[in-house]
């Protein structure tokens, strides 16, 4: 697929991985158009302060994605549609339940009916580890079995369920990327990285939930070329598809080996507050990655280490963007 001048819509823009991959896109020469969520400030997100109106290639687009009338205006005339948007946050979906259902299962049927209305080329579907609950048996390959073990990842199981009848329902071009956890700058401190991250450059305590649960952490910009071998490789589509390294840390390794970087005297705390209901953790995720390497030519390249380096450096520019003391759910 050749990227020059392609009209490309990506779902979520404003966010961590979605401000990624519209860099990314427009570095290879698309039309971007970019989705972003409608607020009264007119903030862009992730985008935010890095574009403005006019820039080349791209065109930001603010609305809802579940409100349908909005979906299909943002979907009209594109080859390419990347459907990123969602929430994400797992502790929160135990206090809005709902807004996960509306966002993360209608907001999908939006984008696949929209796409489908449309003609559109090729659909890419972001769906998440966590949807795997904690592993029966690792690496986990892609048949593993769905378990909704939290609000959120049962509403991402039916989200992809959309995108997967719409496949085999009405012939939808649509491809399912499967991202284990993905890391790197501009993410926000609901994920675990950035948790650790802000609070042990600002503070000799980093607080923290379970330090045993094991997760395979993917480096963003990895996790981005995968999404783009999603929409170029036929052989995607009507599948779903892991992207991870391949290894676990648990979540205690992961906090001394950033302590070790930015603040090795620093003390981790574990809070109550912070710890998921005990049959809603998931303890264990590693991804079997062979099907990407096989179907998609992927695999990640850059290494845990060389990614928190990358990581820590921007959010030492950026922590004043940062609120290290307040727990983000």
């Known amino acids: 697929m050749t990227w020059q001048g392609k009209q490309v819509l990506v779902t979520g823009a404003g966010g961590f991985i979605g401000s990624h991959l519209v860099d990314e896109l427009i570095r290879r020469g698309a039309e971007v158009t970019a989705f972003v969520h409608y607020n009264a400030r007119n903030d862009w997100g992730m985008l935010e302060g890095r574009y403005e109106a006019g820039s080349p290639n791209l065109t930001v687009l603010a609305g809802d994605i579940t409100d349908g009338f909005a979906v299909r205006e943002a979907v ?33 049927l939006n984008v696949m009916e929209a796409c489908r209305r449309g003609d559109v080329d090729r659909v890419v579907h972001t769906s998440t580890s966590e949807v795997y609950g904690t592993a029966q048996y690792t690496p986990i390959d892609e048949t593993h079995p769905l378990q909704g073990q939290s609000p959120y990842s049962a509403s991402k199981i039916g989200g992809d369920k959309i995108a997967e009848s719409y496949f085999c329902s009405f012939g939808l071009p ?6 284990f956890n993905t890391f790197g700058p501009r993410q926000s401190t609901r994920a675990v990285i950035p948790t650790i991250i802000t609070q042990a450059l600002t503070s000799d305590t980093v607080r923290l ?3 045993t649960p094991v997760r395979d952490l993917t480096y963003v910009g990895d996790t981005v070329r995968a999404f783009i071998r999603m929409a170029e ?4 589509i009507g599948r779903t598809i892991n992207a991870g390294r391949g290894s676990g840390v648990t979540i205690g390794e992961l906090a001394e080996i950033i302590l070790g970087k930015i603040n090795p005297d620093a003390r981790i705390v574990c809070e109550d507050l912070r710890v998921r209901p005990e049959k809603s953790e998931v303890m264990k995720l590693i991804c079997d990655n062979s099907l990407a390497r096989e179907v998609l030519g992927w695999k990640p390249s850059v290494t845990l280490e060389d990614g928190l380096d990358l990581t820590i450096a921007w959010m030492r520019e950026q922590i004043d963007a940062y609120k290290p003391g307040i727990y983000t759910v």
């Not at 979906?93 to 509306?102: D, F, K, T």
């Not at 649509?174 to 991202?179: E, F, H, M, N, S």
């Open 76 to 108: 009209r005339g594109k080859e390419v549609v990347f459907h990123l948007a969602a929430l994400i946050g797992i502790p929160y979906s135990y206090l809005a339940p709902e807004s996960y259902v509306n966002t993360n299962v209608k907001g999908t």
């Open 174 to 179: 649509v491809a399912t990327l499967r991202p």
């Open 233 to 236: 490789c036929e052989e995607a």
């Open 209 to 211: 939930g379970s330090l």
